[in-house]
């Protein structure tokens, strides 16, 4: 089976940068997926990583460790706006059709 | 369309009434996801569709769910004898073939069972 374990809650200020970590198990990786929820909204995706490195797509990054089965997305230069929901999501080679399994999701509050 | 869309966007039943869902993917888009997600939970897979293959229901709850593609588009999920825990917002999603990391959501059908 498949488990991804990300925090709950994190809370940051305007303009500062923030790391939200994924930590998954998986019995055949393929590649691990974010995505951003606002309350009330629907998730909209922001990136995939297949292989090991950063992506960057403007204040958003994310990184991929498959040796170390380890992800994360990195906010920078936060805004009022980034306030959401943030889900890690694994796509299993052995699943069929290698279906997303999401994380819980993380609260991202940011101040002022 | 544009986008996925969802009808209705909201539903009240009552426990025991039967309730249809429906999902109209982005057009083009062969894959086919249904996802239910509780108050502050994360994304809980339902039900998958791929084309013309069969469909993956391994993440339905019990016999009580169901659901149906007509002509490789428009999705229905069918929950009978609706129970109090069937309470949630309903997702649907869609991707080309292929591309299943990255899916487009509908806004969802918020269900309350009373």
């Not at chain 1, 991804?4 to 997926?33: D, H, K, R």
């Not at chain 2, 239910?36 to 039900?47: A, H, K, P, T, V």
């Not at chain 2, 013309?52 to 002509?71: H, I, M």
């Not at chain 2, 869609?94 to 990255?102: I, K, N």
Request: charged share 20%; net charge negative.
């Amino acid at each position: 089976g498949q488990s991804l374990e990300q925090p709950s809650e994190v809370t940051a200020v305007e303009g500062a940068i923030v790391q939200i970590n994924c930590t998954y198990q998986t019995s055949g990786f393929y590649g691990l997926s974010w995505y951003q929820q606002h309350d009330g909204g629907a998730p909209t995706f922001l990136s995939y990583n297949a292989l090991d490195g950063l992506e960057e797509t403007g204040r958003f990054s994310s990184f991929l460790s498959r040796s170390d089965s380890y992800g994360y997305l990195l906010l920078q230069e936060l805004q009022m706006k980034d306030s959401a929901s943030y889900f890690c999501a694994v796509r299993d080679r052995f699943n069929q059709g290698g279906k997303l399994i999401f994380g819980q999701g993380t609260e991202l509050s940011v101040k002022p | 369309g544009a986008g996925v869309s969802q009808s209705p966007s909201n539903k009240v039943t009552e426990k025991g009434k039967d309730v249809e869902l429906r999902c109209d993917p982005i057009s083009g888009h062969t894959a086919l996801y249904w996802y239910r997600q509780s108050l502050g939970q994360g994304l809980e897979f339902l039900i998958y569709f791929q084309g013309n293959s069969a469909p993956d229901k391994s993440g339905l709850p019990s016999d009580r769910f169901s659901a149906e593609r007509t002509g490789g588009s428009v999705s229905t999920l069918t929950i009978q004898r609706t129970q109090q825990e069937d309470s949630a917002v309903y997702l649907c999603a869609s991707s080309l073939e292929g591309v299943q990391e990255t899916q487009y959501f509908g806004p969802g059908t918020r269900l309350l069972v009373l």
